[in-house]
């Protein structure tokens, strides 16, 4: 985490620090089909891309989030992580959060609360307010963690959340891994 994100020394040693770190491989990874994708063969730095199918959030019985406007962010080891324009959201149901992280490739991560009448799920969407300039497509748009929220789809497919609390990932029947996030992983 980075205590001032507009001193520009302190955000070159972080990213310098994570983009160094030795990053191990599981012995096993799950073998792949016609139409699947292996986590594996995703790049580091991260690929983003245009989502091929729509993507829908949903909590307390609302559709908070919909749209055929995604964009698909996949790096090694984890599940593709989609972020939705924020015109696509139902902006009546963020919540500010001051929580930040970091990310070596694509900066400063702010959260968002999302609130439905009494339900609240803390922490439940994040954003790149001033994303890195390779990732500039996604200023203004919000990711959301599938275990956070009550659903959330591609296309038809009701999709499983990442293992472990951190990573935001969207587990599909096409993606294989094994995934970042258990407990043994944090060299992946």
Same mark, same amino acid.
């Given at each position: 985490?980075?205590? +001032?994100p507009a001193? &520009?020394?302190? $955000?070159?040693? @972080?990213?310098?620090?994570? !983009?160094?770190?030795?990053? =191990? %491989?599981?012995?096993?990874?799950?073998?792949?089909?016609?139409?699947?994708?292996?986590v594996? +063969?995703?790049p580091r &730095?991260?690929? $983003?891309?245009? @989502?091929?199918?729509?993507? !829908?959030?949903?909590?307390? =019985? %609302?559709?908070?989030?919909?749209?055929?406007?995604?964009l698909?962010?996949?790096?090694?080891?984890?599940?593709?992580?989609?972020?939705?324009?924020?015109?696509?959201?139902?902006?009546?149901?963020?919540?500010?959060?001051?929580?930040e992280?970091?990310?070596?490739?694509?900066?400063?991560?702010?959260?968002?609360?999302?609130?439905?009448?009494?339900r609240?799920?803390?922490?439940?969407?994040?954003?790149?307010?001033?994303p890195?300039p390779?990732y500039?497509?996604?200023?203004?748009?919000l990711?959301?963690?599938p275990?956070?929220?009550?659903?959330?789809?591609?296309?038809?497919?009701?999709v499983?959340?990442?293992?472990g609390?951190?990573?935001?990932?969207?587990?599909?029947d096409?993606?294989?891994?094994?995934?970042?996030g258990?407990?043994?992983?944090e060299?992946?």
């Amino acid at each position: 985490m980075v205590d +001032d994100p507009a001193r &520009p020394s302190d $955000l070159a040693a @972080a990213r310098e620090h994570f !983009r160094n770190l030795r990053r =191990g %491989r599981p012995r096993r990874v799950e073998p792949v089909g016609p139409g699947e994708e292996s986590v594996w +063969d995703y790049p580091r &730095p991260p690929r $983003l891309s245009r @989502a091929t199918r729509s993507v !829908r959030v949903e909590l307390a =019985g %609302r559709v908070v989030a919909r749209s055929d406007r995604a964009l698909r962010v996949a790096e090694t080891a984890s599940p593709p992580v989609y972020y939705v324009p924020r015109d696509d959201v139902d902006e009546s149901v963020l919540v500010a959060n001051e929580a930040e992280s970091f990310c070596e490739w694509k900066g400063l991560a702010r959260y968002h609360d999302l609130r439905v009448g009494e339900r609240v799920a803390e922490r439940a969407a994040w954003s790149y307010p001033t994303p890195d300039p390779e990732y500039a497509a996604l200023r203004d748009h919000l990711a959301f963690y599938p275990g956070r929220v009550d659903a959330c789809y591609l296309g038809d497919e009701r999709v499983r959340p990442q293992p472990g609390p951190f990573y935001g990932g969207w587990v599909t029947d096409e993606i294989k891994g094994p995934f970042k996030g258990e407990p043994g992983t944090e060299g992946w």
